[in-house]
């Protein structure tokens, strides 16, 4: 494993697995975007917020596309921490999509959802160039 360089900075190849990965780590942020908004629309009661929106169906297909590249991600050492916070948010965010693709009941989507964000949020301090925005006052931001 090499270790890493100093003033915190990566070798070539963690640097390599940065720029390849970030913007399905941006994809997967989207997906959770959308959701969330999805579940605001549901909850103001919008006749259109259900299973059959077609920002659901983009945010699938973002998703899709999203874990297909982060699967076959070339991951060095030092990046195993991050792709591994990759893929479980990932899984977080296939269990709310399953959930909103059955109906857009706040709970099922939206505790797999957080859980996703969590996992990204952990993503983002694992390695340099992942920011994450604040979603403290969203509906899947920790409540105090």
């Known amino acids: 494993m090499k270790a890493p360089l100093p003033d915190g900075r990566v070798d070539d190849d963690t640097a ?3 720029l390849e990965s970030r913007k399905h780590f941006e994809d997967l942020r989207q997906v959770s975007a959308q ?5 605001v629309l549901a909850a103001a009661g919008s006749k ?3 299973p059959h929106h077609p920002m659901l169906d983009a945010a699938e297909q973002l998703y899709l596309e999203a874990v297909d590249a982060i699967q076959y991600a070339r991951v060095t050492a030092r ?3 991050h792709h591994r916070c990759l893929l479980l948010a990932a899984a977080a965010l ?4 399953s959930a909103a693709c059955t109906g857009l009941e706040v709970d099922p989507v939206l505790i797999p959802l957080r859980v996703a964000y ?11 160039g992942f920011e994450m925005v604040a979603f403290d006052q969203a509906c899947c931001g920790k409540r105090s």
Do not use: D, W
């Not at 959701?35 to 579940?39: D, T």
């Not at 296939?94 to 999509?97: F, G, K, P, Y």
């Not at 969590?118 to 340099?128: K, T």
């Open 16 to 18: 390599a697995y940065i």
């Open 35 to 39: 959701l969330a908004g999805l579940l």
């Open 48 to 50: 259109s917020a259900g």
């Open 79 to 81: 990046a195993e921490r």
């Open 94 to 97: 296939r269990s709310a999509l």
């Open 118 to 128: 969590g996992h990204l949020q952990r993503a983002s301090n694992e390695l340099p």
